[in-house]
């Protein structure tokens, strides 16, 4: 496992952007494959995106394709989640999680995950 750590959450208003950032400590997160997901008040955490440990390939729940974008940078050990054209139902508690080598859709396959960050999209 690794240490995860989320930041860049916020307020912003509708059409605004943030940068998310998802910090690894106690070993390096280059053959990781990272998924970031959100969870809204009375919902069920969902998938947004994954990128595979070396970048190669990148995945998006469909709501978010063109809008938000996934990178990484290995010698930094961070993955970052680009928020752009946000909308209200954007909003909700946003987590990144790691698993060596997996970057798939599916929450049960990462075992280490972050705390979440706030974003909140005011209408």
């Known amino acids: 496992q690794v240490q995860l750590v989320e930041s860049g959450g916020g307020l912003v208003q509708a059409g605004g952007s943030l940068r998310l950032s998802c910090a690894a400590s106690g070993r390096t997160l280059s053959i990781f494959g990272v998924g970031w997901f959100r969870q809204a008040p009375g919902k069920e955490r969902e998938f947004v995106a994954s990128i595979s440990w070396n970048g190669g390939n990148t995945n998006y729940e469909d709501s978010v394709k063109g809008r938000f974008t996934i990178s990484r940078d290995n010698a930094e050990d961070t993955v970052y989640l680009h928020l752009n054209s946000l909308k209200p139902e954007d909003t909700a508690v946003y987590y990144c999680?790691?698993?060596?080598?997996?970057?798939?859709?599916?929450?049960?396959?990462?075992?280490?995950w972050g705390q979440g960050t706030q974003v909140t999209v005011s209408s």
């Open positions: 999680a790691a698993q060596p080598f997996y970057s798939g859709t599916y929450s049960g396959g990462y075992d280490s």
